[in-house]
Each structure stands twice: as structure tokens, then as C-alpha cells.
């Protein structure tokens, strides 16, 4: 029943009535919305559950500590994972000068050093992992990326933002290896004069290149009717930027929840780019789990504990026109990253995850999680995921199908990351736009796919090779039972 009615409201949606096919290329597409699927039977889009990997690393140093927090996770050239973060050991107002940004590195994921960098002296030591501090409120957000884009000079090749709204607004910054930062420009590029809210700025806010749309894209926090809200903003030089556009949210089975949204996280999926995804900070201003007993017991700062946070999965498709620019998709309301066992984990402010998910194994992707803020035992914390894990088209013991909407590949044959029991399977089959099978290439010709890959090639009794029906408007039936396939791509 469930099924049926998110089919009847799929094809009754903007989203089910495209006017032409999709171009889908040979871009990988993951089951993390709603976009290409027309028609579900007996099969539905089911988030999944990132495993707890356990402490990442600790903000055990004294200029980190129980304020440390806003931490970004940079994928450099050779393959290494560099984690940036605001070290913060006292509360104080946003953009202090005892705010500074540090970094943690890593081979894996899973063990992380604190380098010794000498740029800084902090606390009377150059024995630290400081990259930035004094820098006129930059340290309290400071969010930077590596630029891929062609051509960018030697000395731009990292990039960030930084700054508040009591600072004058976003900081642009620059990097020849992200260790060594200078500001792009004396002034703000994002000024409170361009933001037409009461106030801005004040969490990460989140910069990148997007291959996708060929700009630089700005995600950053406002306040929108008193609640935390996203706007976007577009630059072809990272200099000048577009006035912002506020982010809705669509949900297609119900209207979506306009939510406190503390960070949002926005990134290029590193499989897929043209698909970005948001594991944002969802936040419940005065919701509060904890007794004063139960507070005092964790030794949480006293003014951090009368509210709550987790985490949450959104994606958005600008790439695919104007009416995806300023729109989330939230295919699922449910939380993504639920507060563990125990009562530090249901403090104000904790549950944030950091800005992108990173791979951390050949199966496997993780998300990083700030915990226990404003506590002495404050870290960050490794989550898991198989590789284009976030959520899956999922079908039960009874078996059913899916159908995609008219689509258009280039490549010649159809790779599948799937699981299935030892009683299921997947079957794919192509139909014309009317929704005629293709001969060779129907349902009834394709042989059952078994087992558990992330790069299984599916077979008809002609063999691999699709090449012939590249070009063509099409489309695909999913046929499923007891599995769930997370992502596809047509390969050269």
C-alpha cells in the first residue's frame, strides 16, 4: 500500500512529468532521490543506517577542546585525508581570538596524527597542527576545499571561506597546499549588504568548484523567519558573487518540514559530482533530553545542554536546470545519524557532521561526526557506508519493480551496485518510451543478477553489450526480489 501510494504521488508530481528524456550520459546515478524513477511496485527508496566505526580522533589539545567543532575533510591529491576544524577551549562569543583553525591527517581514515607545523605559536609552542588564527573571525567557520578547477593558479589550489556577520561578512582565502592561508582579497566577497536577512553567517559556510555547473557554489546559513535556513550563491571567480537564493524543500510524498538546518554540509558526491549531497546538522532549539543531574554527570558546560541535534540526508540536482537550483530534495524526513547510547549524546550542538564524505576503503565511504561538544571527552567520530550507500531501491521477499522515467545513455554495457539474498535477485530490462520491451533486451532476457557487488556488469542472452540502444530515449525496469540496488552506471 505504501508503495502504491508513492507511485500514484510520483506520477503525480513535477518530477514524474519531465517534457524530454533525461541525459544521462555515462555519469553514475545513485538511488539517493526520486529524480529518474517514474514507478515503484511492490519496491520503495530506503535510507540506510551508517554504521558507528568508533573515535576518529580527539580534540585533546589545549588549544582544541569542548568548543572544537565546524570540521571540514579534504581528500588531497595523493589520496591522504586532511581534517580542518576550529579548535576552541572556552565559550566565548563567535570570531574570539582564542578561536584557531587546526588540522588532523590520515592514510585510512581510521588512524589520524596531529602534525607538528611551526607556522603559529599558540600557547607558547610552535609544536602544534595551527593553520590560521587572529584572522578577524575567519577561525570560528573556516571551511575550505581543494580546487580542481582547470587551470586554477599554483597558488589557489586550496580555497576557503571564513568570517561572521559582526566580521563584515565571508573572507575569501587561498592556499598553495592548505597549510599556509592569505586572504584573496582585503574585504569580504559575501557582504551582510548582499544577504537580505536580519542575520547570516553565523555556521559553516560552505564553499566548492562544481565540475557539474562550471562556477564556484556557496552554500551558507541564514535566518529566515527566525529559523535557520541555506541560501546559495554563484561565482565564476570566487571574487564576485550572485545575490542568494533561499533553499526549499520538496518531499513527494508529504510537504516537506521547514527545519532548524545548522550546517548544511553541501557537497559534490565524489562518484557522482553532478549530484550533490547534504548530511546537514538538523537542530531542535529548547528540545531538551537531559535532567540537570544527568548534565552535571557528563560535566557539560552548563549552557549546552538544553537542546538537541542529529543528522540529516538531503540531495540537490542545480546541474539539471532551473528548477533544481533552489530546492533540496528530502526523499527522507527520518534522521540519517541518530544520537547514540548514553546522555553526552543528546547535548546542545553535538551530532554535526563535517563538510564531505570521503572514501575510506575499496567498499567503503564514512561520514565524520562532531560528539560530545562542550564536554571534556568532545571528538570526532567515524561513520561507515558501503560506497554509494546513502539509500537504496529496495525490494522485499515478495518481489516488484521499478520503472525510470524516458532516459538516453552513452556507454555499452550497464554496471549495478547491488545486494541481494541468497533467494533474491535483480533483473533489468529496457523498454521503448511507451513502455514496450526492446527486443533482446527485455525483461525475459536478462539474466538474473545474484550477489553483492559494487561493479557487477548485467548480462542478457546476447551478452553485455547495450551499445546498440545508446542514443535512443528509453527506459528501465528494475525487476527485484529480496535486494536492493544502490547505484548504476553505463560504462564505456
Known sequence: MKSQLLSLLLLASPLAA?????NIGSRRELFADSFLLESFSGTHLQQQTPRDEGVAFKFDQPWEGLFSGYATLVTLADGRLRAYYRGKAVANKDGSEEEVTCVAESTDGRHWTKPELGLYEVMGTRKNNVVLMKAHTATHNFSPFRDTRPGVP????????????????????????????????PEPVITKAMVPYKYMFDSQNVPFWSAAEDKYVAYYRVFEGGIRRIVRSESKDFRTWSAPVLMEYRNS??????????????????????LYVAIAARFMPGRRVLTDEQAAAIHVNPGYFKDTSDAIFMTTRPAEGAAHVGMYDRTFLEGFIRGGIGAQNWVSRTNYPALNVVPTGP??????????????????????????????????????????????????????NFSTSAAGG????????????????????CVMQIGNELDRKVTWKSGSDVSTLAGKTLRLRFSMKDADIFSFQFMP
Not at 561538544?373 to 567515524?382: K, L, V, W
Request: one cysteine or more; hydrophobic letters at 35%; charged letters at 25%.
Open 18 to 22: 519531465a517534457d524530454a528524456p533525461t
Open 154 to 185: 599554483e597558488d589557489e589550489r586550496f580555497k576557503a571561506f571564513g568570517g561572521t556577520m559582526e566580521g563584515g561578512g565571508l573572507t575569501a582565502w587561498k592556499s598553495p597546499d592548505g597549510l599556509r592561508w592569505e586572504k584573496i582579497t
Open 253 to 274: 510524498s508529504m510537504q516537506a518540514p521547514v527545519e532548524h538546518l545548522y550546517t548544511n554540509q553541501t557537497h559534490p558526491y565524489f562518484r557522482a559530482p553532478h
Open 363 to 416: 567498499h567503503e565511504m564514512s561520514v565524520f561526526v562532531n560528539q560530545d561538544y562542550a564536554q571534556p571527552t568532545a571528538h570526532m567520530r567515524r561513520y561507515s557506508l558501503r560506497t554509494d550507500g546513502f539509500a537504496s531501491l529496495h525490494c522485499g521477499y515478495a518481489g516488484g519493480h521499478a520503472i525510470t522515467k524516458p532516459l538516453i545513455f552513452t556507454g555499452r554495457e550497464l554496471s549495478l
Open 426 to 445: 535483480v533483473k533489468v530490462g529496457f523498454e521503448d518510451a511507451d513502455g514496450k520491451p526492446v527486443p533482446g533486451f527485455g525483461l525475459e532476457e
